[in-house]
């Protein structure tokens, strides 16, 4: 199956994911067997592609609390169980705070408040993560124009899409939709992707960053670094921020090849007119190195 196969001229390649159910140790139906050879499929999907696995009890384990967490997350945004927290932006020259990060969490009434890791890639596999992205957005712009409205009037609120959520053809409505409902200025909207999102397609990103752009959003690359980038894409997308990701800052003090690396972003965003973000300080060492 993994030779290649030519048709009308055209050599195609296929990927090949088996899920593989005995009977009767797995099953005494076809349509048991059918069920547990499919959960194997989908495990060997999971585990990179072109794979086989057979089908073990524990998949039915793994399986149950996926749709545990998936229907608990349905019934979230039913109950209005997320919550979102505000991580400060400061201005390395005033030490003001210039805006905030809003961050999604999920106050579960079982065991108490989740952070994103533990529940994104179900509500992304589900789609569920379509209606979530909404809900964070607009509750993040009615938060910010509550905040204009009471004399913080130059606060940006940064949002973070996920891949679905950037990919997906509404994106565009759902964030003209929350700016009309709540009113906030969209100047002060800036909306975070990362940098394998970016890139992995990098010429239609850039139409959908520039349909983005057009409402007055600003848009930033989170993580920036971290990924494969691209310079000559870097300098084509039309966005207002990069983001220094945690891990490249934390060791500026102790590794020389650290410190040069975040040198050299910090002056790459600025040599494009770009605002740069350092996250993840937690020392005055760090803050003097950056300043």
Partial sequence: MAKPITIQGQELHVSMSIGIAFYPSDGKSTEELMKNADMAMYRAKEE??????????????????KMALENGLRK?????????????????????????????????????????????PVAEES????????WVIKTACIQGKTWHDNGQS???????????????????????????????NPNYLELEITEGVAFTNAEAAIKKMQAIRELGVRISI??????????????????????????????????????????????????????????????NEQLRFLK
């Fill in 127 to 134: 789609g569920l993560i379509i209606p979530i992205g909404e």
């Fill in 48 to 65: 990179g592609r072109d794979t086989y696995k057979f089908y073990s009890m524990d998949m039915n384990k793994a399986i149950s609390r």
């Fill in 222 to 283: 989170d993580d920036f670094g971290t990924g494969y980038s691209s310079l000559m894409y870097l300098k084509s997308f039309p966005i207002n921020t990069l983001k220094i990701p945690k891990p490249f800052n934390q060791d500026i003090m102790r590794s020389q090849k650290d410190k040069a690396l975040v040198e050299t972003i910090i002056y790459l965003g600025h040599s494009l007119g770009l605002s740069v973000i350092a996250e993840g300080i937690e020392s």
């Fill in 154 to 184: 130059d606060l940006k609120i940064a949002v973070n899409l996920s891949p679905v959520q950037f990919l997906h053809d509404n994106l565009v409505g759902t964030v003209i939709n929350a700016l009309k409902t709540s009113g906030f």
């Fill in 76 to 120: 979230a945004l039913k109950n209005d169980e997320f919550v979102l927290n505000y991580q400060p932006q400061v201005s390395l020259h005033t030490g003001e705070i210039v805006g905030v990060e809003a961050l999604l969490r999920w106050n579960t009434t079982e065991t108490g408040m989740l952070s994103p890791n533990q529940f994104i």
